[in-house]
């Protein structure tokens, strides 16, 4: 194996970036002007903000990037003081071979408001010679000062037909063959994040198997959304033990967590009600029921016990 496939197959130039299209759209912009404002990238987690933004500096700062770029994560360990000081010194010097320099500041919702309002300060003093890339997950924590500095890009989670294109062309390459059901129940783990996506389909491969859903659920502790169906449907026909038997199983073969089987007990009874299929009367119940539960397990109490007595609930 040749380390992580995250990293291998991290897209290098703007029209690589799987999804995004608008955003890329609006960046390539910037890279025909050769020049940026100020950028804010904002989103969850794995969707190209990183990935984005390195294909950006690499395409708008040219042959000289790497002398011209500063990458720092706004909560490093040593401080917002250390930092600020790379900053300083970082854009004290002329841009060498470029026509400006990049600083990109992950994890900006981590700083606290002084230290957004310090940051502040030195976008406005730079300006002549840097730009500022910032990323966070929730823009909400941003100070308007800054937020006003900056374009505002919003990065969506990753739709289910572009996770799955993505790992057909890994699979492709890499040599493996996966059934559409494998990589149906990656991109259904995934949630929309495709490092986790792609992750999850090294693991999944590790033993050079083809990619199935048995490998797939293998390496992810979730239960299988129709174990958890089947489950729900035995306690609504008041079939306790049968419900309970699946219950065990999952938790014990499959080593699914107390946390993750409430949310997946909440996403099965909510799609139930959703399509139709369940009184909405019968799901306020149940949803007061799981609310318990889910506060329970965070608390401390036993998962198990916790989630038979919701199931008992279903009766
Ligand atoms: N839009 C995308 N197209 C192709 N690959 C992607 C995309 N988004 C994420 N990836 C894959 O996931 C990895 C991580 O993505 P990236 O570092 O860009 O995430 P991020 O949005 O910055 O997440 P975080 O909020 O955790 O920093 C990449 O190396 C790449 O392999
Ligand atoms: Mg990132």
């Known amino acids: 194996m040749s380390g992580p496939w995250v990293e291998k197959y991290r897209p290098q130039k703007l029209e690589d970036v799987v999804g995004q299209k608008q955003i890329v759209a609006r960046l390539e912009k910037y890279v025909g002007e ?14 190209g903000k990183t990935t984005t933004a390195l294909a950006l500096v690499k395409s708008i700062l040219g042959e000289y990037w790497r002398q011209n770029f500063l990458e720092l994560n706004a909560s490093d360990a040593r401080g917002i003081d250390t930092v600020r000081d790379r900053i300083k010194s970082f854009c004290r010097l002329k841009p060498v071979g470029a026509p400006f320099r990049i600083i990109f500041l992950d994890e900006v919702d981590n700083m606290t408001k002084d230290a957004q309002h310090a940051l502040r300060r030195e976008m406005e003093m730079y300006t002549k010679t840097a730009s500022f890339i910032l990323s966070c997950n929730y823009s909400s924590k941003i100070i308007d000062p800054i937020q006003s500095r900056c374009a505002i890009f919003r990065f969506a989670p990753l739709k289910a037909e572009e996770i799955k294109g993505r790992l057909e062309y890994i699979c492709e390459k890499e040599g493996f ?14 949630e929309g994040d495709m490092r986790k996506a792609v992750n999850v389909l090294q ?13 797939v659920y293998e390496v992810v502790s979730k239960a299988k959304p129709q174990d958890i169906g089947n489950m729900i449907t035995k306690a609504l026909m008041g079939d306790f033990m049968g419900a309970r038997n699946i219950l065990r199983e999952t938790m014990v073969l499959q080593g699914t967590s107390g946390e993750d089987m409430v949310t997946q007990i909440y996403q099965d009874v909510s799609k139930r009600a959703i399509d139709g299929k369940m009184d909405p009367g019968i799901y306020m119940n149940l949803i007061e029921a799981i609310a318990e539960c889910d506060f329970r397990i965070r608390e401390g109490a036993n998962p198990r016990i916790q989630l038979e007595a919701l199931l008992a609930q279903f009766l």
């Open 177 to 190: 063959e996966a059934t559409d059901e494998g990589l149906d129940s990656i991109v259904y783990f995934a």
């Open 34 to 47: 050769g020049s940026m404002p100020n950028l804010m990238f904002t989103g969850p987690a794995g969707v």
């Open 203 to 215: 693991a999944a491969t590790s033993e050079g198997e083809a990619v199935t859903e048995d490998s």
